[in-house]
């Protein structure tokens, strides 16, 4: 197992953001934040698992656009500049 680092790079849709990150199956995500004015995502992985699991992420952006009924679990709120991020996942 290792700690290893992603580019968290989300499509901004209408009024929200979606990103979709493929890490090795059994991975846990540690964190997403902030580095050098660019997201970042840390995840635990075990480095011989060959099957790749696709992780999808909902970004809110304050004040923006947030559905009334949703089954997404929170996970962090991270800041860029004037910009704050609110990540979701399903």
């Known amino acids: 197992m290792k700690i290893y680092k992603y580019d968290f790079k989300f ?3 209408a009024r929200n953001g979606v990103a979709e990150i493929s890490l090795p199956l ?3 995500v540690l964190s997403i934040q902030n ?3 660019e ?3 840390w995840a635990l992985v075990d480095e011989k698992e060959e099957l790749m699991h696709t992780w999808r992420y909902f970004v809110f952006g304050t004040g923006l ?3 009334d009924k ?3 679990k ?4 991270v800041q860029i500049d ?3 991020w609110h990540i979701f996942t399903e």
Do not use: I, N, R
């Open 74 to 77: 929170y996970l962090t709120t």
């Open 39 to 41: 997201l970042k995502l």
């Open 65 to 67: 656009y947030f559905p």
């Open 26 to 28: 059994g991975s846990k």
């Open 35 to 37: 580095q050098d004015g």
């Open 82 to 84: 004037s910009f704050v």
């Open 70 to 72: 949703t089954e997404l």
């Open 11 to 13: 499509t901004m849709f």
